[in-house]
């Protein structure tokens, strides 16, 4: 008999991102040299001096259960590295530890959505922003950005609010596009949220990975009418290069905060202890944990600079300089036509014949692009772009 999996997650699809990680993991396994361009995590190891702490809250014992809401001293840091690095002014209180940027949206969309809410979702969006809001019986309401460079504005959430309106999710810096709001753009969004009564879900995953003249921008820094609204969803994941550890945040109005610890009571009940301790530790150290950031987005900013430009000389790719994150979003409608259908099939052509692991646009709701992540080596990337300009053919100097 087959296994009765539940309506809710029967109706999800599997992560498309993980999916195309899983491929490039199978084939290696079986001796293929593949290039991963799918990868959403950085290349580099964790900072030593986070591993040290981690190490030393091992030594102490710190080994058992702490509270749900997660220890008082993680809290209390990062209300102070919040202070001392944006000048924001949250309590203690207004903040939960949880594993990781993900289950920080969980926990944050499970704790509001009823059955259905309408939640608005920028296109093109992170995949599992859809999939939480299915998961709650709530609809997903997508804004179309393209054209505004895929930076939505507060126009735009303006008129795409709906009567069942309870819930914005946005990510700046924006995985796939690599865009980041501005500032005054999105506090004039938070400002329209307030007025119409609408909670707001900022997904903070790559907060530090802003690039001049862009730079790092939190909701926390919001002033308090507008927080109240405001649910930060922040992780220790890319920031830090510490993926593996799964350890995240919400900043959140106190009722709020208490409703996600409830709920987290009763599945992950908080990130591990001696985790929390490594990250309470670093976020005191800010001014160490600042220049390890800074070394790893220069590098990132050094790659950019170069894969960019060497993507757009490739005959029909089109693709905009990111302000954020670590992902070019490649515009491939050009290529669509008589050898290819949909950027799905480019995508595959790259896996099985040249063996160039990439994402497809169509699970970020933007069917013909394609994304290639810029956390992995130079060498890689230079791999690729040579394996790419043979099968497609370089520009010519007339078009570009
Ligand atoms: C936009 C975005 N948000 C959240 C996450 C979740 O990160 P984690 O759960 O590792 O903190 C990711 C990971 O890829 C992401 O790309």
Redesign the pocket.
Known sequence: MAFPVSKHVAAMQGSS?LMAAQVAAEMRASGIDVIDLSV??PDFDTPEFIKRYAWEGLEKGLTKYTSTQGTADFRDSIASFYSQRFGADIRPGEIAAD???????FNAACTLLEPGDDVLIPKPY?V?FPAITSFCNANSVFIETEQTDFIVTADEVRSSITPRTKLLIL?SP??PTGRVIPPDEMRRIAEVCAEKGIYLLT?E??LFFAYPPAEPFTSASMPQELREFICV?G????TYAM?GW???YTIANEEWTRAMVKLQSHSATHPTSFVQYACARAMRDHEETIEAVNSMTGEYARRKNWFIPALNEIDGFKCAMPEG?FYAFVDARDMLGDRFGTSAEISDHLLHEAHIVVTDGAGFGADGFIRFSYATSMENLQRAVDIMKQMFGERTAAAV
């Open positions: 991102t959403g995590e594993c990781g940027g993900k289950q920080a949206l992170w599992t990510n924006n995985n997904d995953c790559y969803a992780s220790f994941s890319k993926t799964r350890i995240g994150a």
